[in-house]
């Protein structure tokens, strides 16, 4: 009989619905548990339950078929009895409890087994083992000493090939239990044989190791910021990929470390104090709300975004609903855009997901670098890694899509994943930062300038409205003051035309006193000297319209002086009707001479 009142074990409930969300919405299971912050539960143990789970779905979705198990039992949780029935045939070949859903499973147990037995090739799902990575937290332990640690517990160490990468593939397949080595491209981390247990060992429990997948640190590695760099991690959390930047740069510089929902936040605060990456600054905000001008100091980015996890586990994210993959794809669009235009002195990108879907990866990169204000060249990441890869980008893309970099679970023995490393254009990159400052001088000269043609402004209406103050209190008459206003008038008007062609040197002038510029003996100055410039202005075109009479010299053999005279006339006239200055006075000398020729004619 059932105890209804036995409640099923809560681990077993947890991993349910975190495997039941990564199949049906698609993400990280290690993301799901830190989102959760389970930290009453050994999460090492839930995270082995649900990946069991999710490797033999498609194994448990034939033998639940061959029984009719979830149609005879309408009630039962159908994530909950792939959970179980998981635990019971390929985890611990056991249910401890003694719940319904616990029973209900081992009553079928029989059959289970029996259909397992009758299709054992049909049961043989490919699943890779992949070996076990650890990465040694070199702010807290070197790697020499590590391996002492390792072979002080009964490892025995192996050196790395000095082969090729294929080489380096077979020698991690063929680990036994008891046997680890370096890894082929990331020194600090080592490799140990599929199954290692290492949740418990000491140097896991103090933080000196941090059991990393291998393609994950490969963003770091490729990202290379140097020691004294300033880095932005905009997708931070939990703080793998954070920690392993202040290790690699040994905590000499500044990282950025931003994340925006609060208990991830929470979570990447305690790693980064925990591992002693002491060059973190953590910030709990969204990096698409940074604008430039907040971080202009960002030289190397790291783009992490959310993604469907398709890499995580093949069985289960073979499919993934168009709508939502599509939302992903354009909120990833968006951070590298971002990442790309908001940081004046950043050079590189890396731009990784744990997906396997092109949309994702292959089209996000190229779609923004195409778009991209700034110039950014993706690098050929297989050229970075001198030659020592084999997985790249599909062709579907151009260039660009060669030029990035797959990790596949089944030949690369990681977990899936893709990686981009995009470059700025070191000319672009000058030119931002010119921009930048030059920007910022021209807003500052611009708002000196404008502050002093006001101060002007005001002083010569003020010394305007004292001398008119003076000369009506003055012995003067009405009359002299309406021509003295007059004549101030069309010298003010002077003055501001001759200012407005000496601003620039007046600006440029450092040692200029506005008092000095606009005191009475100035202004009297500047009005004698445009009124001396009038005069001689109208004596010239006075001197030259007198000028030569005598043209008969210059004219040519058989041309009646007649028509020369009449010529003449004409180019005078055209000359005084462009002169504004002298059009009254040449006016009249035109008339006057009209007149003398008309009385010496009549003589």
């Given amino acids: 009989m059932f105890e209804h009142s036995v409640k099923v074990p809560r681990h077993y409930k947890v991993a349910a619905n975190i495997f039941k969300k990564v199949s049906t919405e698609g993400g990280s299971v290690k993301t799901l548990l830190y989102d959760d912050k389970l930290r009453h539960f050994r999460t090492n143990v839930l995270y082995a339950l649900i990946t069991e789970s999710i490797k033999h779905a498609a194994d448990i979705d034939k033998i639940f078929n061959s029984c009719s198990i979830l149609e005879k039992e309408s009630r039962l949780d ?40 009758d299709h054992q090739d049909d049961l043989k799902t490919e699943v890779v083992r992949r070996p076990r990575y650890v990465r040694i937290n070199t702010n807290l332990l070197t790697t020499s000493d590590a391996i002492r640690a390792f072979q002080d517990d009964g490892y025995r160490y192996i050196r790395c090939t000095s082969g090729s990468y294929d080489d380096y593939l077979k020698q991690i397949q063929s680990l036994t239990e008891y046997n680890f080595t370096q890894d ?45 760099s300033v880095v932005l991690d905009m997708c931070a959390a939990p703080g793998m990929k954070t920690t392993q930047l202040a290790a690699y740069m040994r905590n000499e510089g500044k990282i950025y470390a931003v994340e925006r929902n609060e208990k991830r936040y929470k979570t990447l605060c305690d790693f980064v104090e925990k591992t002693a990456s002491t060059c973190v600054e953590t910030l709990h905000k969204d990096s698409l709300e940074i604008k430039r001008g907040d971080l202009d100091d960002v030289e190397y ?116 994943f893709f990686l981009a490393v995009l470059d700025r254009d070191e000319k672009d990159l000058e030119k931002g930062q010119k921009s930048e400052s030059t920007d ?96 001689k202005k109208k004596k010239r075109k006075l001197n030259d319209d007198n000028a030569v009479k005598p043209e008969e010299q210059s004219v040519s053999d058989g041309q009646p002086l007649l028509k020369m005279k009449k010529k003449k006339s004409k180019d005078r006239e055209h000359q005084l009707s462009e002169t504004n200055n002298v059009q009254v006075e040449g006016d009249d000398l035109f008339r006057k001479k009209k007149k003398k020729k008309r009385v010496d004619h009549d003589e």
């Fill in 78 to 117: 159908p994530w909950l009895a792939k959970v179980l029935t998981a635990e019971l045939l390929f985890g611990k070949k056991a249910l401890p409890g003694k719940s319904k859903p616990e029973q209900t499973i081992l009553s079928y147990k029989d059959q289970f087994e029996k259909y397992a037995t």
């Fill in 184 to 228: 082929y491209h990331v020194k600090t981390v080592f490799v140990f044989s599929s199954g290692t247990k290492l949740h418990e060992h000491d140097l896991y429990l103090e933080n000196k190791i941090i059991l990393q997948d291998k393609a994950t640190t490969l963003a770091v590695h490729l990202l290379a910021p140097p020691n004294g």
């Fill in 301 to 416: 980015i790291l783009l992490d975004p959310s993604c469907s996890g398709s890499g995580m586990e093949l069985c289960v994210h073979s499919y993934i609903d168009a709508t939502r993959l599509s939302k992903l794809t354009s909120l990833q669009e968006k951070f590298l855009k971002h990442a790309m235009n908001a940081f004046p002195k950043a050079k590189r990108i890396v731009y990784s997901t744990c997906s396997l879907f092109p949309e994702e990866n292959e089209r996000v990169i190229t779609n923004v670098v195409k778009t991209s204000r700034a110039k950014w060249r993706v690098q050929d990441v297989k050229e970075l890694l001198k030659g020592n890869w084999n997985n790249i980008g599909s062709g579907m893309y151009g260039s660009m899509g060669n030029r990035c970099l797959y990790a596949r679970p089944d030949s690369d023995l990681t977990i899936g």
């Fill in 440 to 535: 910022s001088g021209q807003n500052n000269a611009t708002f000196g300038d404008d502050d002093l043609l006001n101060k002007i402004g005001k002083k010569k209406k003020k010394n305007s409205q004292e001398n008119e103050l003076q000369e009506i209190a003055g012995d003067t008459t009405t009359q002299d003051i309406v021509t003295k206003k007059k004549k101030k008038k069309k010298n003010n008007e002077n003055l501001e035309q001759q200012f407005s062609y000496e601003e620039t040197s007046l600006n440029e002038n450092n040692d200029f006193s506005e008092n000095k510029l606009l005191s009475d003996d100035a202004e009297n100055t500047l009005e004698n000297w445009n009124e001396s410039r009038l005069k």
